[in-house]
């Protein structure tokens, strides 16, 4: 394979953005491979990042997966007290007002876990 610009000389790649064959003298290194120009490795550069945004929004790589502990944690707790409420009401109903307030408190802590979760898909989206 012989260089594009070049015709007399041996390609050592091709463009990873036009596909046109370089050899040592134009090519230009860059992340993830070699481009022939600078507007290749301006457009190049865009593909990256673009792929990059993709992969975040669609939780590929390095993102995790699964919800965030903003999101776990307060939705166990609500769970717990839930738990607790229905446990002490079962018991004994002079436990009302303890009764009331765990399930405030389950309410509060499954709200928080609500918008913790719809902060987290909002960051999903626009990063
Ligand atoms: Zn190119
Ligand atoms: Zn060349």
Redesign the pocket.
Request: with cysteine; hydrophobic share 20%.
């Given at each position: 394979m012989l260089c594009f610009t070049h015709r007399d000389t041996q390609a050592l790649g091709v463009?990873?953005?036009?596909?046109?064959a370089?050899c040592s003298a134009c090519l230009r290194q860059v992340e993830g491979g070699i481009?022939?120009?600078e507007?290749?490795e301006n457009?190049?550069r865009l593909m990256r990042e673009m792929n990059h945004r993709a992969f975040k929004i669609y939780g590929i790589g390095t993102k995790q997966r699964g919800l965030p502990n903003t999101v776990i944690a307060p939705l166990l707790m609500g769970t717990g007290f839930a738990l607790g409420a229905a446990l002490l009401g079962v018991t004994d109903e002079h436990n009302m007002p303890i009764v009331l307030f765990f399930l405030l408190m389950s309410s509060l802590m499954w709200l928080g876990a609500f918008l913790a979760w719809r902060k987290y898909r909002e960051n999903g989206i626009n990063v």
């Open positions: 463009c990873k953005t036009c596909g046109k370089v481009v022939c120009s507007a290749c457009e190049h």
